[in-house]
T-cell receptor, first 114, second 115 residues
Framework: DAMVIQNPRYQVTQFGKPVTLSCSQT?????MYWYQQKSSQAPKLLFH???????NEADTPDNFQSRRPNTSFCFLDIRSPGLGDAAMYLC?????????????FGPGTRLTVT | AQKITQTQPGMFVQEKEAVTLDCTYD???????LFWYKQPSSGEMIFLIY??????QNATEGRYSLNFQKARKSANLVISASQLGDSAMYFC????????????FGQGTELSVKP
C-alpha cells in the first residue's frame, strides 16, 4: 500500500563521493518535490518537477541535481557531498501545485557524510 | 512573504487529555490553505488535517481538529484524547501557489505524551 517509496532509507557516503537517492510513487501525481531537512529544523524545498518541467529553488546549491525519467520516479543526485549535506531528504508528491491539495511524503532517506 | 510561526518548541500532555498546538501565519494572499503534519522519530511526514481560508467550519479529522481564527491569523491544532503514539514533532504549514505549491513550514512543536 506504500504510496511514496524512498530508497535507501539510510545512506552513508564519503565526502566528495557522488550519491543518488531515489523516490517512486504509485499515486500518478503530476508534481514531485525534494525537501532537505537538517537536524531540528523544518524541511526546506530544494526543487520540484511539475510533470517534466524542472523547477529549482533559487538558493539550492549547484551540487544538487534531479532527474525525473517518468511520472513514477524521481532521483536526487548530490555530485560532491559535503559534511553540511548530511540531512534527511524527503520526497513528496501532490496532485497539483494548487494550495488545496496536500503533499504526500515518503519515509525519507537519512544521509550521513563521513 | 508567507510565514508560519510555532512558538512552542516542546509540549507535554498526559495520556487521554487534550492538547492544543499553536500556529500563527502571515500571508498576503486572499486564498490560502493551512496544513498540519506529524513527524515521528522515524522521519516520515504524515498529513493530518487541512483548512482552507474560505472554509466556514473548522476542519476535523478523527481526534484532530483545527481551531481556525482568521482575524487572528491562527490555525491551532487540537488533539483530543492523547495517545502515547501521538508523541512526535508537529509542523504547521502553508502552500505557496506561485512558487510551485511548495510547503512553507513552521519550526515545529515536539509533543510528548506521558503515560
Amino acid at each position: 500500500d506504500a504510496m511514496v517509496i524512498q530508497n535507501p532509507r539510510y545512506q552513508v557516503t564519503q565526502f566528495g563521493k557522488p550519491v543518488t537517492l531515489s523516490c517512486s510513487q504509485t499515486l500518478n501525481h503530476n508534481v514531485m518535490y525534494w525537501y532537505q531537512q537538517k537536524s531540528s529544523q523544518a524541511p526546506k524545498l530544494l526543487f520540484h518537477y511539475y510533470d517534466k518541467d524542472f523547477n529549482n529553488e533559487a538558493d539550492t546549491p549547484d551540487n544538487f541535481q534531479s532527474r525525473r525519467p517518468n511520472t513514477s520516479f524521481c532521483f536526487l543526485d548530490i555530485r560532491s557531498p559535503g559534511l553540511g549535506d548530511a540531512a534527511m531528504y524527503l520526497c513528496a508528491t501532490s496532485r497539483s501545485r494548487d494550495r488545496v491539495y496536500e503533499q504526500y511524503f515518503g519515509p525519507g532517506t537519512r544521509l550521513t557524510v563521513t | 512573504a508567507q510565514k508560519i510561526t510555532q512558538t512552542q518548541p516542546g509540549m507535554f500532555v498526559q495520556e487521554k487529555e487534550a492538547v492544543t498546538l499553536d500556529c500563527t501565519y502571515d500571508t498576503s494572499d486572499q486564498s490560502y490553505g493551512l496544513f498540519w503534519y506529524k513527524q515521528p522519530s522515524s522521519g516520515e511526514m504524515i498529513f493530518l488535517i487541512y483548512q482552507g481560508s474560505y472554509d466556514e467550519q473548522n476542519a476535523t479529522e478523527g481526534r484532530y481538529s483545527l481551531n481556525f481564527q482568521k482575524a487572528r491569523k491562527s490555525a491551532n491544532l487540537v488533539i483530543s484524547a492523547s495517545q502515547l503514539g501521538d508523541s512526535a514533532m508537529y509542523f504547521c504549514a502553508t502552500r505557496i501557489y506561485n512558487q510551485g505549491g511548495k510547503l512553507i513550514f513552521g519550526q515545529g512543536t515536539e509533543l510528548s505524551v506521558k503515560p
